[in-house]
Structure formats: C-alpha cells, structure tokens
Nanobody, 116 residues
C-alpha cells in the first residue's frame, strides 16, 4: 500500500516562501507522476503543479512563475517551492501520486496559511 507523507506547511506572512515535501513509501512503487493540489475552504480541490518521472512539469496559472516543483526519483519524493505567497494561497495542500498503472494516491494534506 502506498503512503504519502507531506511536510512543510504552516503559517507564513504574505510575500514569504515555503517548501513542501512529500515522501512516498510502499513496496514496488512504479511512479509516473507526482504533484500537489490544494483546497481552500468552500472551494474545490485544484491543481497546483505536477511533475513526471522525466521531469516534465505543469503549473496552474495562479502559481506559475513563482513556484518550482522538483522530484527525487531515488527517494520517491517530490518538493514544491512557492514564493511570493499571498493570502489567496491559503489552503490545505495535498500531495498526489499516479502510478504507471494509473492508480492515484493522496496524502493527508498539510495546511498552509498566509497572513496579510
């Protein structure tokens, strides 16, 4: 069974930065894509960024240019650096993983709160 453990959330002032980490565990993982989604109160979960095993990235327009997603394939880990945080970035951030067999897994979520 694949488990995703996120870390790095917290309270940040507007204009600040944070780095989220996600580590996947579980035997025999064959990972295709890893990424991050977020869900703000009263809103639907939305894409933040994804990265394939080959390093192809995809970003939501809302974070493009101020975020960087990266991945360590040897560690089955993904990282999200977000700069110039704004209050509208406040949300629960979820790590996401899709295997090569198109099975999706989600982390438990980590709260990011940006104060103005």
């Amino acid at each position: 069974q694949v488990q995703l453990v996120e870390s790095g959330g917290g309270l940040v002032q507007a204009g600040g930065s944070l780095r989220l980490s996600c580590a996947a565990s579980g035997g025999g993982i064959s990972i295709n894509t890893m990424g991050w989604y977020r869900q703000a109160p009263g809103k639907q979960r939305e894409l933040v960024a994804t990265i394939t095993g080959g390093g192809i990235t995809n970003y939501a327009d809302s974070v493009k240019g101020r975020s960087t997603i990266s991945r360590d394939n040897a560690k089955n880990a993904a990282y999200l650096q977000v700069n110039s945080l704004q209050p509208e970035d406040t949300a629960v951030y979820y790590c996401y993983l899709r295997t090569n067999w198109r099975t999706d897994y989600w982390g438990q979520g980590t709260q990011v709160t940006v104060s103005s």
